[in-house]
Structure formats: structure tokens, C-alpha cells
T-cell receptor, first 112, second 117 residues
Framework: DSGVTQTPKHLITATGQRVTLRCSPRSGDLSVYWYQQSLDQGLQFLIQ???????AKGNILERFSAQQFPDLHSELNLSSLELGDSALYFC???????????FGQGTRLTVV | AQKITQTQPGMFVQEKEAVTLDCTYDTSDQSYGLFWYKQPSSGEMIFLIYQGSYDEQNATEGRYSLNFQKARKSANLVISASQLGDSAMYFC??????????????FGSGTQLTVLP
């Protein structure tokens, strides 16, 4: 158990819908990262938050957004979903961004 | 641009033998970190081992060791005494500074390891 908690584990939704993925980092970790793993794109960095502030952006679509709350949990919002958004979405956390990033178990999103 | 290359899509190893998974990287940064993760069929990403670019000694964690050759820009993972439970996808990743003090991981395409009884 990495200590990073992601909910839900599985999500099935229809095209055009909006979903929210939730992540609770390890206790004491200030940095939260979101990654997308798909068969064709592999593991792609989406976005990083540090202590509530956006720190870095990767290949994140405009239809996707994220935030980190004062209690350090984070949410990834995916809207106007398309079939191609079906993927495994990981959250990872680390103390400062310099140390090992520990991953949650992921949320498997299926868009039908 | 930072890039991680894993040239072995699939590897087979006999139980109890050692296996080396290859990873090469490309970066112009002087400071970076190299990671290996294991992803079993259940999907979770499990951190295995870390090597900093300034670390002089190769990292070891139990049966895992990292063969770090900085001049060659390679960071191969060595698994000793393979076990059936080692069957999984293995990813090499590099942490680099993306902007300011922000750091992110870039991943290789992975190597699927199968341990044979």
C-alpha cells in the first residue's frame, strides 16, 4: 500500500458526460501529480500541484481541469468525455517534488 | 527534450535466475533522477528503486539493483533470483525540472517481464 488513495477505482460513463476523480496523497506529501495511461499514448504527465498551487502542466486537454484543496487532496475533472479518454488515471504524491513519487492504485475510466 | 527508451518490449526469465531490463535516457540536464516502477496485471504502479544523477554508488533495494552508467546514459534494472510474482510490466522513468522548480516524470514504454517456472 503506497498510502495514496484514489476513488473511484472504476468508472463507466457515456460520451459527453463529466466525471471527477479524487486523490488523497500520502500524509505529509505536498505535491500531487496526475498521469494518464492509455494503450496508444503510454504514461503521460497531466498536471502537478504543490501545496494548493498549480506547478506544472503537461499534456492536459482543455476539457480537463484539476485542483488541490487546503487539506491537500486533489480532484481531476474530465468533461465532454470522448471514447479516447478511456484510460487509467493515476495520482501520485511526494513530499516536495524532489523525492520518490508514490502512485495510487488508479481510476480506470471507460467511456462508452 | 527528455526521453526514456526501453528497447525490450518483452522478456522471459527462468525462476531463480537474474534478469536485466534495459533503460537508456536522453537529457541535457545535470541534475535528474531515475526511477523504476513495477505494474502488475492488477494495474497499480509500485515504486521499486531510485537513483540520483549525482549518486556515486548504484542503488540497491533488496533483490533490485540499478546499474547506473552515467556516461552511457543508461540505468538498467537488475532483478536477482526472479520469482513468479515478478511477472509484470516494468517502467523506467526520469524526473526532470520542467519549469522553475517544478518536476515531473517522463516514462519509457515499458518491458513486460514473464518469469517461467
Amino acid at each position: 500500500d503506497s498510502g495514496v488513495t484514489q476513488t473511484p477505482k472504476h468508472l463507466i460513463t457515456a460520451t459527453g458526460q463529466r466525471v471527477t476523480l479524487r486523490c488523497s496523497p500520502r500524509s505529509g506529501d505536498l505535491s500531487v501529480y496526475w498521469y494518464q495511461q492509455s494503450l496508444d499514448q503510454g504514461l503521460q504527465f497531466l498536471i502537478q500541484y504543490y501545496n494548493g498551487e498549480e506547478r506544472a502542466k503537461g499534456n492536459i486537454l482543455e476539457r480537463f481541469s484539476a485542483q488541490q484543496f487546503p487539506d491537500l487532496h486533489s480532484e481531476l475533472n474530465l468533461s465532454s468525455l470522448e471514447l479516447g479518454d478511456s484510460a487509467l488515471y493515476f495520482c501520485a504524491s511526494s513530499v516536495t517534488g524532489r523525492t520518490e513519487a508514490f502512485f495510487g492504485q488508479g481510476t480506470r475510466l471507460t467511456v462508452v | 527534450a527528455q526521453k526514456i527508451t526501453q528497447t525490450q518490449p518483452g522478456m522471459f526469465v527462468q525462476e531463480k535466475e537474474a534478469v536485466t531490463l534495459d533503460c537508456t535516457y536522453d537529457t541535457s540536464d545535470q541534475s535528474y533522477g531515475l526511477f523504476w516502477y513495477k505494474q502488475p496485471s492488477s494495474g497499480e504502479m509500485i515504486f521499486l528503486i531510485y537513483q540520483g544523477s549525482y549518486d556515486e554508488q548504484n542503488a540497491t533495494e533488496g533483490r533490485y539493483s540499478l546499474n547506473f552508467q552515467k556516461a552511457r546514459k543508461s540505468a538498467n534494472l537488475v532483478i536477482s533470483a526472479s520469482q513468479l510474482g515478478d511477472s509484470a510490466m516494468y517502467f523506467c522513468a526520469m524526473r526532470f525540472v520542467s519549469s522553475g522548480s517544478a518536476r515531473q516524470l517522463t516514462f519509457g514504454s515499458g518491458t513486460q517481464l514473464t518469469v517461467l517456472p
